[in-house]
């Protein structure tokens, strides 16, 4: 049983990513529809270059959800099928998920640079997530072999 619950942070993050992706999706429509900025070609086109720096937040957003976390989704299935899942791995996973959930939060909605360091405030979120999945990396492989 204790096995399944690594599946519960994969469906939030799975959850996260069609959140954000419908979001882009509302904020494309009101550029288009209602703010009437882009031109009907903009249909065509998968990403809006000259859109509002909410939507193009988002739609960076949208794709860094695709980056890393593809990873995550793949350590989660190895220590499942090899049945290498405990506690740990289940909280690191759960940590990982709401370390990306509030760092698509800051990217989205408040996308600043620290100025004395020059970084994304979202860099700050991002970097604990990232060490977070290769340590559950480390430890899938240290592991199985």
């Known amino acids: 049983m204790e096995n399944e619950l690594i599946f519960v942070p994969v469906y939030n993050m799975l959850w ?6 419908l979001f882009a999706t509302l904020l494309r429509l009101k550029s288009i529809v209602i703010d ?11 990403v809006f270059n000259d859109g ?14 695709f ?18 899942v405990d506690a740990y791995f289940i909280l690191l996973a759960t940590w990982f998920f709401w370390l990306r959930a509030a760092h698509s939060i800051v990217h989205i909605f408040f996308n600043k640079v ?17 060490l977070i999945l290769a340590w ?3 430890r899938a492989c240290s592991m199985v072999l």
């Open 16 to 21: 996260l990513s069609l959140a954000v992706f």
């Open 36 to 46: 009437k900025k882009n031109k009907e070609e903009d249909f065509k086109i998968p």
């Open 52 to 65: 509002s720096e909410m939507l193009q937040n988002t739609q960076r957003n949208l794709t860094n959800l």
């Open 67 to 84: 980056e890393f976390p593809i990873f995550f989704y793949v350590i989660c299935l190895i220590i499942y099928a090899t049945n290498t």
């Open 114 to 130: 620290i100025p004395v360091i020059a970084i994304p405030v979202r860099s700050l979120i991002w970097i604990p997530s990232t």
């Open 136 to 138: 559950m990396a480390y």
